[in-house]
C-alpha cells in the first residue's frame, strides 16, 4: 500500500527555484535515502513535507487522501496545517530540544497539548497524562534512556540528545519519520549510536524518509535513494541502482567528493 505520494512538488525563494517537480511514492515500511551537495534542496523537500514550508506546487498524498494541493481554491487553515503536520515526525539536525525540560518532558510535552485541545481531557485529565508518559518512558527505552528521563539537554552527550529528539517525533505515532542529517551534528564516536536506533526503527518496518551524508548507511538501510541535483530529484532508484551502478556523471561526480572527504 502506498502510505506517500508525492506530486510535482515545487517550492521557491525569492524567484529560486529550491525544489523543482519532485515526484516520488513510498510503499508503508520502506526507507527512503536523500542525498545530494549541499544546497541541492534535501532539507528544503522535507520541511515541505512537514509543513514547514509551503510549496507553490505539487501535491501531497497520504494513505490515498490528499491533505495537500497547491492548486486548492480553499486555502489551508492553521488548524489544517498542524492536523497534515501529524502525518510527519522531523528530527532535526541540531536536536532543537527544549533546553528547560528533562528528556521525559521534552518527549511527552507535544502530546499533552494536543490532549489538552481535545473534548473530554478536563474529565480523564489523569489518566490521558499517566498514559502518555507511559508512552514516552517505553519510547525514551527502546532508543537506550531508561537511566536518563530526567535529565536535562545540557546533561546529555550529543547522541543522547538526538535519541530523545527521535523519542520526541516517534511519540505522536507519525506515518512517515523523517530525518534531516541526523548525524551531522555529532561527533563520530557518538554517530553510531544514532545510526543504531535508526536501524532497529527500520527493522521494525518504520517508514522513514533520511536525508544522509552517510552513503554506506544509506546503502544498507535504504530501499530507495533520490539523488537530489539543484532543486530536482536527478535520479532514483535502488540503493544499488544509485550508489554503486550509477552511469550519471553527476552522481558519479557526488560520490566521489564523498569518497575523498571520508578518506581525509
Known amino acids: 500500500m502506498k502510505i506517500l505520494e508525492v506530486v510535482g512538488l515545487g517550492k521557491k525563494f525569492d524567484g529560486f527555484e529550491a525544489v523543482k517537480d519532485v515526484s516520488f511514492s513510498l510503499e508503508s515500511g520502506e526507507v527512503l535515502a536523500v542525498i545530494g551537495a549541499s544546497g541541492s534542496g534535501k532539507t528544503t523537500l522535507l520541511r515541505c513535507l512537514n509543513f514547514l514550508e509551503t510549496p507553490e506546487s505539487g501535491k501531497i498524498i497520504v494513505k490515498g ?22 502525518h510527519f515526525g522531523l528530527v ?8 528547560q ?31 502518555i508518559e507511559g508512552n514516552a518512558r517505553e519510547i525514551l527505552d527502546s532508543v537506550g534512556l531508561s537511566d536518563r528521563l ?14 530523545v529528539a527521535i523519542a520526541r517525533a516517534l511519540a505522536l505515532h507519525p506515518d512517515i519519520l523523517c530525518f534531516d ?26 517508514t522513514m524518509i533520511i536525508v544522509t551524508h552517510e552513503m554506506s548507511f544509506a546503502s544498507g538501510i535504504s530501499d530507495k535513494v533520490i539523488f537530489m541535483d539543484e532543486g530536482a530529484a536527478l535520479a532514483q532508484g535502488s540503493p544499488k541502482e544509485i550508489l554503486c551502478d550509477s ?11 564523498i569518497d575523498v572527504a571520508d578518506g581525509e
Not at 532535526?92 to 533546553?99: A, D, G, K, R, T
Not at 521525559?104 to 473530554?120: F, Q
Request: aromatic letters at 8%.
Open 65 to 86: 487522501k490528499t491533505i495537500f494541493d497547491a492548486e486548492s481554491q480553499t486555502g489551508y487553515s492553521d488548524s489544517q496545517i498542524r492536523k497534515n503536520r501529524l
Open 92 to 99: 532535526f539536525q541540531s536536536f532543537n530540544l527544549f533546553p
Open 101 to 131: 525540560y528533562t528528556a521525559l518532558k521534552n518527549v511527552t510535552l507535544a502530546c499533552e497539548l494536543l490532549a489538552r485541545s481535545e473534548p473530554g481531557f478536563k474529565m480523564d485529565k489523569v489518566e490521558i497524562l499517566a498514559g
Open 150 to 163: 530526567n535529565h536535562y539537554p545540557h546533561q546529555l552527550s550529543g547522541g543522547q540528545q538526538q535519541r
Open 181 to 206: 542529517e541526523p548525524t551531522s551534528a555529532l561527533d563520530p564516536e557518538l554517530t553510531g549510536e544514532v545510526l543504531k536506533v535508526i536501524r532497529s526503527l527500520a527493522a521494525k518496518q518504520t
Open 247 to 257: 552511469s550519471n556523471a553527476r552522481i558519479q561526480a557526488f560520490l566521489r567528493k
